[in-house]
T-cell receptor
Framework: GAGVSQTPSNKVTEKGKYVELRCDPISGHTALYWYRQSLGQGPEFLIY????????DSGLPNDRFFAVRPEGSVSTLKIQRTERGDSAVYLC??????????????FGPGTRLTVL | DAKTTQPPSMDCAEGRAANLPCNHS???????VYWYRQIHSQGPQYIIH???NNETNEMASLIITEDRKSSTLILPHATLRDTAVYYC?????????????FGSGTQLTVLP
């Protein structure tokens, strides 16, 4: 079946602009995660949704970052007033109902964001 | 979640077994060991996980020491497509933080 999809695959923007990154999870997966990966480093957690609500947003770096999942499926990560330091690959993952001991996360291919 | 330590890089000859070590000396009794890998320009891919017993699936085997302070991921017959960064992650049980905490991983290069 279809895996996690993310759009766009690449996004180039200018400093100070607003961007939206989209994630389509695997059908039936109620848990959804956003991570950010800088060059040469492992992914870093940003936010976790269980259904429509953000169960843990402790990884969001500041209030310029916001994510929504209004219908419990597709999620959008929104970044306001982008800075050059926001340049990274943004990864989305989904899993079956979170809270189980061994819920496996399935990752999308990521969106490469470049802020000029 | 407990911290993990992995060598930054390893090489392996094609067709041979690749043995990737991971130290997790502060692991708690109810924490699981997960392995993911990330092929260049792709998202991380789940490989295997375990709690106490050794585990095997179609991709790999996971050997966890009796004291649970270290583990080894074994790719029995490495191919060029196994070249990737391999991440060892310790994760708590249900009720604890659900996100994965990635370290720097091990860059495995399979040589022809």
């Amino acid at each position: 079946g279809a895996g996690v999809s993310q759009t766009p695959s690449n996004k180039v923007t200018e400093k100070g602009k607003y961007v939206e990154l989209r994630c389509d999870p695997i059908s039936g997966h109620t848990a959804l995660y956003w991570y950010r990966q800088s060059l040469g480093q492992g992914p870093e957690f940003l936010i976790y949704f269980q259904g429509t609500g953000a169960a843990d947003d402790s990884g969001l770096p500041n209030d310029r970052f916001f994510a929504v999942r209004p219908e419990g499926s597709v999620s959008t990560l929104k970044i306001q007033r982008t800075e050059r330091g926001d340049s990274a690959v943004y990864l989305c993952a989904s899993s079956l109902p979170g809270g189980r001991s061994t819920d496996t996360q399935y990752f999308g291919p990521g969106t490469r964001l470049t802020v000029l | 979640d407990a911290k993990t330590t992995q060598p930054p890089s390893m090489d392996c000859a094609e067709g041979r077994a690749a043995n990737l070590p991971c130290n997790h000396s502060t692991i708690s009794g109810n924490e699981y060991v997960y392995w993911y890998r990330q092929i260049h320009s792709q998202g991380p891919q789940y490989i295997i996980h375990g709690l106490k017993n050794n585990e095997t699936n179609e991709m790999a085997s996971l050997i966890i020491t009796e004291d649970r302070k270290s583990s080894t991921l074994i790719l029995p017959h490495a191919t060029l497509r196994d070249t990737a960064v391999y991440y060892c992650i310790v994760r708590g049980p249900s009720g604890s933080a659900r996100q994965l905490t990635f370290g720097s991983g091990t860059q495995l290069t399979v040589l022809p």
